[in-house]
Protein backbone atom coordinates (compact mmCIF):
# COMPACT_ATOMS: atom_id res chain seq x y z
CA UNK A 1 0.00 0.00 0.00
CA UNK A 2 2.61 2.91 -1.31
CA UNK A 3 -0.52 5.56 -0.97
CA UNK A 4 0.26 5.81 2.79
CA UNK A 5 4.15 6.73 1.80
CA UNK A 6 2.77 9.00 -0.47
CA UNK A 7 -0.07 10.48 1.90
CA UNK A 8 2.55 10.72 4.87
CA UNK A 9 5.33 12.90 2.30
CA UNK A 10 2.14 15.28 1.43
CA UNK A 11 1.30 15.19 5.21
CA UNK A 12 4.97 16.29 5.61
CA UNK A 13 5.05 19.62 3.34
CA UNK A 14 1.33 20.54 4.72
CA UNK A 15 2.73 20.60 8.17
CA UNK A 16 5.94 23.01 7.21
CA UNK A 17 3.56 25.08 5.81
CA UNK A 18 0.18 25.32 8.16
CA UNK A 19 2.43 25.57 11.43
CA UNK A 20 -0.32 25.52 13.94
CA UNK A 21 -3.03 26.51 11.64
CA UNK A 22 -6.22 23.72 11.36
CA UNK A 23 -6.62 22.70 7.84
CA UNK A 24 -9.47 21.98 5.79
CA UNK A 25 -8.33 20.52 2.51
CA UNK A 26 -5.27 19.90 0.98
CA UNK A 27 -5.37 19.69 -3.14
CA UNK A 28 -2.44 18.01 -4.86
CA UNK A 29 -1.20 17.39 -8.73
CA UNK A 30 -0.06 13.54 -8.73
CA UNK A 31 1.60 12.12 -11.44
CA UNK A 32 -0.35 9.08 -13.37
CA UNK A 33 2.88 6.51 -13.34
CA UNK A 34 2.38 7.26 -9.34
CA UNK A 35 -1.16 4.80 -9.36
CA UNK A 36 -2.37 6.88 -6.75
CA UNK A 37 -6.45 6.29 -7.12
CA UNK A 38 -8.43 8.88 -5.10
CA UNK A 39 -10.39 6.44 -2.80
CA UNK A 40 -7.61 4.76 -1.42
CA UNK A 41 -5.23 7.90 -1.07
CA UNK A 42 -7.74 9.92 0.65
CA UNK A 43 -8.27 7.27 3.15
CA UNK A 44 -4.26 6.92 3.62
CA UNK A 45 -4.34 11.15 4.05
CA UNK A 46 -6.61 10.26 6.60
CA UNK A 47 -4.86 7.88 8.71
CA UNK A 48 -1.51 9.73 8.68
CA UNK A 49 -3.31 13.22 9.39
CA UNK A 50 -5.18 11.82 12.78
CA UNK A 51 -3.37 14.19 15.88
CA UNK A 52 -1.68 16.53 13.03
CA UNK A 53 -3.32 19.76 12.16
CA UNK A 54 -4.65 18.14 8.97
CA UNK A 55 -6.88 15.74 10.97
CA UNK A 56 -10.53 15.79 9.30
CA UNK A 57 -9.23 17.70 6.05
CA UNK A 58 -10.06 16.85 3.10
CA UNK A 59 -7.56 15.73 -0.07
CA UNK A 60 -8.55 16.26 -3.48
CA UNK A 61 -6.19 14.57 -6.42
CA UNK A 62 -5.95 16.20 -9.67
CA UNK A 63 -4.23 13.48 -11.66
CA UNK A 64 -2.33 14.31 -14.91
CA UNK A 65 -1.30 12.44 -17.35
CA UNK A 66 2.05 11.19 -19.09
CA UNK A 67 2.52 12.49 -22.31
CA UNK A 68 4.63 10.76 -25.08
CA UNK A 69 5.14 12.53 -28.21
CA UNK A 70 7.07 10.81 -31.35
CA UNK A 71 10.44 11.91 -32.45
CA UNK A 72 8.95 10.58 -36.26
CA UNK A 73 5.96 12.43 -36.40
CA UNK A 74 5.42 14.23 -33.38
CA UNK A 75 2.45 12.92 -32.86
CA UNK A 76 1.48 13.33 -29.06
CA UNK A 77 -0.79 10.78 -26.85
CA UNK A 78 -1.65 11.13 -23.50
CA UNK A 79 -3.27 9.03 -20.89
CA UNK A 80 -2.27 6.84 -17.55
CA UNK A 81 0.89 5.04 -19.07
CA UNK A 82 4.30 5.80 -21.46
CA UNK A 83 3.45 4.96 -25.05
CA UNK A 84 5.38 2.06 -26.63
CA UNK A 85 4.49 3.04 -29.77
CA UNK A 86 3.06 5.97 -31.72
CA UNK A 87 -0.69 6.05 -32.60
CA UNK A 88 0.23 7.82 -35.84
CA UNK A 89 2.69 6.34 -37.39
CA UNK A 90 2.89 2.94 -35.42
CA UNK A 91 7.37 3.61 -34.68
CA UNK A 92 8.29 2.94 -31.29
CA UNK A 93 10.98 6.62 -31.00
CA UNK A 94 8.84 8.41 -28.20
CA UNK A 95 10.11 10.80 -25.86
CA UNK A 96 7.75 10.93 -22.37
CA UNK A 97 7.34 14.29 -20.26
CA UNK A 98 4.97 13.96 -16.87
CA UNK A 99 3.26 11.48 -15.33
CA UNK A 100 5.45 11.61 -12.01
CA UNK A 101 4.91 14.83 -10.63
CA UNK A 102 4.14 15.19 -7.04
CA UNK A 103 2.98 18.62 -6.22
CA UNK A 104 1.63 20.26 -3.33
CA UNK A 105 -1.37 22.88 -5.12
CA UNK A 106 -3.13 24.50 -2.31
CA UNK A 107 -4.14 24.11 1.33
CA UNK A 108 -7.39 25.78 2.84
CA UNK A 109 -7.34 26.70 6.34
CA UNK A 110 -10.27 26.01 8.60
CA UNK A 111 -11.39 29.75 10.08
CA UNK A 112 -10.21 29.91 13.62
CA UNK A 113 -12.58 28.92 16.76
CA UNK A 114 -13.57 32.03 18.20
CA UNK A 115 -14.53 32.40 21.70
CA UNK A 116 -16.54 35.33 23.22
CA UNK A 117 -16.24 36.84 27.14
CA UNK A 118 -20.01 37.47 27.03
CA UNK A 119 -20.63 34.20 25.79
CA UNK A 120 -19.01 32.02 28.64
CA UNK A 121 -20.07 35.02 30.85
CA UNK A 122 -23.61 34.68 29.91
Do not use: N, W
Not at 37 to 66: D, K
Amino acid sequence: MHEVGLADGILDSVQRRAGDRPVARVRVRIGALHRASPGPMEQAFEMVAIGTVAEGASLELVVLPVISTCRSCAGTVSGEETALTCPRCGKGDLDHAGGDELILESIEYRAPATTTASAAAG
